[in-house]
Structure formats: structure tokens, C-alpha cells
């Protein structure tokens, strides 16, 4: 797909991957509706958008139904198309399953803390996507829908319920391509490692040597090479249902 003058959707677009995303596409001529919970909050990352086509904000929550469907009818109805989608909204509410100390329980993962996580990660991811291929189906174009998972989707301590919605969001990309490609819709995903972050650059410098030490390649990735990764799913036309892992040789 040629990115030039397509309308693309980008969601969590406010900050870090979502506004790199955002910046990259621009940068190809791209049409981007970026998409986050307050609309005001993502004035930056319109901003950076140089060489974009058009670009336009909206607020939504991703894990509410009604405001998903009303978001994606506004997006078609102000740009008249709708090409491609980055499921790029996420929260982390980390806990250990349980722990125990000195034979008493001390903590467990709440149902608030599961539930959460799995609302916007997982339901967020289904229905931005079910939306977007109602669309590209009935516009007749095809389109391209990329989820961003993450390393953690093979497990990882502490995060019971990021990385089940993260192993969630990449069999939906498998799942989808069989089901879209009869509509001339693609699908694909990405697998961040770590990643230099707004909120990773605020941690201490010990501990950001730390996690860098675990890398082979003895770096963090930055956002933008996560976003040249989404840029090639978008415009490799023979790539569907398959996940792009970009961590620095890292596996969890």
C-alpha cells in the first residue's frame, strides 16, 4: 500500500509508540486520525506531524462500545475513506498472581487490575478492529490493521493479565487475516521489546543500564524503529497475519 494520501488510524497516539507512530506516517503524506482518551492531550503529537495530508484528533475510550462505533463513523464520515489501523492503545496494571510472605498471603492480582488491562488491550483491540473492517469492507478498498503486542506476549513476570491480552491481540491478527483477505484487508503485528519510552527516559539511569544489559544487542530500542516496522507492514503487500518482533535478539 502506498501510504501517500491514505487514511490511517492511530490509537494511544498521544505519546510515545502512538505519536511515533503518528510521526512517521506523516512524514509519507499520510491522512491520520489520532485517536486517545482526551483529544486536547495529543495537540504534540498533531503538531509533529510534518508532511501529513490532514490531520485530525479525536477522543475516545477504546474499551467502550458505543464510543467505538460512533469513533470510526466520525473518522469515514470526515475524510470519506479509511485505509488503515494501528491498534496501538494500551495499560499495564501489574501484580503477581499471588504472594505470600512468611506463610501469610500478602497480595494478589485483583479482578480490577485483571479486568482493566484486558478491557482496553483485549476488547479495545476488537472492536477498533471489527469496526475498521466494517468499513474498509463496505468502502470496497481493502485496508491494512496492524496490533501492537509486545515480548511479553510469551509471559512475564508480573503481568498475568498484559501478557495474556498481548498473546490475545496477535492470534486476533492471525485470525483476521483469514477472515479480511476475501475483502482485500491485511493484517499483521509488531512485538516491542524495550523501548526508550517518555516513560522509560524517566526511570534512574541504574536501572535503565539494567534492563539494557539484558539486551544482546546492549541497547533499548527507540519508538521510531518500532514505527518503521508498522511502516513496512503497511506497505508490503504480500505481508498478512504474521508478527514482526523488534527487541534486540530479547525473548522473555
Known amino acids: 500500500m502506498n501510504i501517500q494520501n491514505k487514511v490511517i488510524v492511530i490509537t494511544g497516539a498521544a505519546r510515545g509508540l502512538g505519536a511515533a507512530m503518528a510521526k512517521r506516517l506523516a512524514a509519507q503524506g499520510a491522512k491520520l486520525a489520532l485517536v486517545d482518551l482526551d483529544a486536547d492531550s495529543m495537540a504534540d503529537a498533531a503538531a509533529a506531524c510534518e508532511g501529513a495530508a490532514d490531520v485530525r484528533t479525536y477522543g475516545a475510550n477504546v474499551a467502550n462500545e458505543d464510543q467505538v462505533v460512533a469513533l470510526f463513523n466520525n473518522i469515514v464520515a470526515d475524510f470519506g475513506s479509511l485505509d488503515g489501523l494501528v491498534n496501538n492503545a494500551g495499560i499495564t496494571r501489574d501484580a503477581l498472581l499471588i504472594k505470600y510472605k512468611d506463610g501469610e498471603l500478602v497480595s494478589k492480582m485483583s479482578l480490577d487490575q485483571w479486568q482493566m488491562v484486558i478491557d ?15 468499513h474498509m469492507a463496505r468502502l470496497g478498498n481493502g485496508g491494512v490493521i496492524i496490533n501492537i503486542s509486545s515480548i511479553s506476549r510469551a509471559g512475564n513476570v508480573g503481568q498475568s493479565n498484559y501478557s495474556a491480552t498481548k498473546s ?85
Not at 180 to 189: D, F, P, Q, V, W
Open 120 to 134: 482496553v488491550n483485549l476488547t479495545g483491540v476488537f472492536l477498533c478492529g471489527r469496526e475498521a473492517a466494517e
Open 168 to 252: 490475545g491481540v496477535e492470534a486476533m491478527a492471525v485470525t483476521w487475516a483469514k477472515e479480511l483477505a476475501r475483502y482485500g484487508i491485511r493484517t499483521g503485528a509488531v512485538a516491542p521489546g524495550f523501548i526508550n519510552t517518555e516513560m522509560v527516559a524517566a526511570m534512574p539511569d541504574s536501572a535503565k543500564e539494567k534492563i539494557a544489559g539484558m539486551v544482546p544487542l546492549r541497547r533499548m530500542g527507540e519508538s521510531d524503529e518500532i514505527a518503521q516496522a508498522v511502516q513496512f507492514i503497511f506497505e508490503n503487500d504480500y505481508f498478512s497475519g504474521r508478527l514482526i518482533e523488534v527487541d534486540g535478539a530479547l525473548r522473555l
